[in-house]
C-alpha cells in the first residue's frame, strides 16, 4: 500500500504502535476491555494476552482469537486481518482494528460489507515508533501521520446488519494523566 510517501524508515512502517492512550480511549467509548491483542510485538502489546508472530512465531492469522480482541495489523496487507476478523465474528468474537482510512480501498469496501461499525477521526493518530519514541523527521521535528486511520469494529451481530459509518473523537475519552 501507498502510504503517500511515508519517511518512516521501512524496517519500522508495520511495526507502528498505536498509542496506549487510543486504547484506552477506544476501550472508554466502546464500554469493553480488550483481553488479546491479536497482532503485535511483545514490547508494544495492549493486553496482557496476545499474539506475537516475530516474538513467539504466533501468528495470529492462524490462531482462535479471544472473545475482545484489539488488533493494529501490518498496513502493508491489511486484508487478510480483515478477513480473519470477519471469520472470528461469525464465531461469536468482538473485534477492533485500527486500519487506514482510505475508502477507495479494496479492505475498506470489504469492511463496509461486514462490520459493525466504522469510526472515522476527525484527527490523525500520531504513531509510535517500535520502542516508544515519536517519530521525527529529517530535521528532528516531530512527524505526523499522511493518512487517516478508521477503528473498525467486528461484532458477530454486525454480519446481519447494515454497516453503520460515524465520527468520534476519541480525544474526548482518552484517560486523565
Not at 467509548?29 to 491479536?38: A, I, K, N, S, T
Not at 505526523?144 to 486511520?149: L, N, T
Request: proline residues 10%; charged residues 25%.
Amino acid at each position: 500500500m501507498d502510504l503517500n510517501n511515508t519517511t518512516t524508515p521501512e524496517t519500522e512502517r508495520d511495526l507502528a504502535q498505536t498509542p496506549p492512550w487510543f486504547v484506552k480511549a477506544a476501550e472508554n467509548f466502546l464500554g469493553l476491555r480488550f483481553e488479546v491483542d491479536v497482532c503485535t510485538l511483545k514490547a508494544t502489546r495492549k493486553c496482557p494476552a496476545f499474539y506475537s508472530l516475530i516474538d513467539f512465531g504466533v501468528n495470529g492469522l492462524e490462531v482462535p482469537w479471544g472473545r475482545v480482541n484489539w488488533c493494529n495489523p501490518p498496513y502493508s496487507d491489511v486484508m487478510p486481518w480483515v478477513k480473519k476478523a470477519t471469520q472470528e465474528a461469525e464465531h461469536g468474537r468482538i473485534s477492533c482494528l485500527l486500519i487506514p482510512d482510505k475508502p477507495e480501498v479494496g479492505y475498506i469496501r470489504a469492511c463496509d460489507e461486514v462490520a459493525d461499525t466504522i469510526f472515522h477521526m476527525p484527527f490523525r493518530l500520531n504513531f509510535l515508533r517500535p520502542d516508544g519514541s515519536e517519530f521525527m523527521d529529517k530535521d528532528d521535528k516531530k512527524q505526523g501521520p499522511k493518512f487517516p486511520v478508521a477503528l473498525i469494529l467486528f461484532t458477530p451481530w454486525g454480519l446481519r446488519s447494515p454497516t453503520r459509518h460515524t465520527y468520534v473523537d476519541f480525544r474526548i475519552y482518552r484517560p486523565a494523566n
